[in-house]
């Protein structure tokens, strides 16, 4: 559960070693919630501290989260949630859609045995259940 960040950005504005950083996500009362990040070649990946975050705010799908640089290693989070159903559909439809091409990619790399057959396409009810329907 992790969130992907542009690695120049952390490269530029954040400290730390060259594979990990610590990060305080601030909120507008003040709360500060730290995040380990991550910093993998070109990708840098918010990881310890960003489930509990988005548990904590209860984040959804399709809920816009802004970050903006507000003091080394800082960043100030604003959150504009999804209320529009039809935009919340859409973002299902595409994760469903990634979830069915993951699974061809990885059904078509496996060597099956005892005559087993490749994994059928996921269910949408599946996987709203499954909660990968969810951001993060």
Same mark, same amino acid.
């Given at each position: ?5 542009? $690695? %120049?950005?952390? +490269? ?5 070693? *060259? ?9 507008? *009362? $003040? ?11 070109? #990708?840098?990946?918010?990881? $310890?501290? %960003?489930?509990? &975050? ?11 989260? #802004? ?12 959150? +504009? ?14 994760? %469903? *859609? ?12 496996? +060597? &099956?045995?005892? /005559? ?14 499954? /909660?990968?329907? +969810?951001?993060?």
């Amino acid at each position: 559960f992790m969130l992907s960040v542009p $690695g %120049w950005f952390c +490269k530029a504005h954040l400290h730390g070693n *060259d594979r990990a950083s610590e990060v305080f996500l601030v909120e507008e *009362d $003040g709360t500060r919630w730290p995040v380990t990040v991550l910093l993998r070649n070109s #990708t840098a990946l918010m990881s $310890g501290g %960003w489930v509990k &975050y988005v548990r904590a705010r209860a984040l959804d799908l399709g809920d816009e989260v #802004t970050f903006e640089l507000v003091a080394e290693a800082q960043l100030k989070v604003t959150v +504009k949630r999804c209320t529009d159903p039809k935009c919340k559909e859409a973002l299902i439809e595409r994760q %469903w *859609d990634r979830a069915n091409r993951s699974l061809k990619k990885k059904s078509k790399a496996k +060597k &099956y045995k005892h /005559g087993s057959t490749k994994p059928k396409q996921v269910p949408r009810s599946a996987l709203q259940a499954s /909660g990968l329907s +969810k951001a993060a």
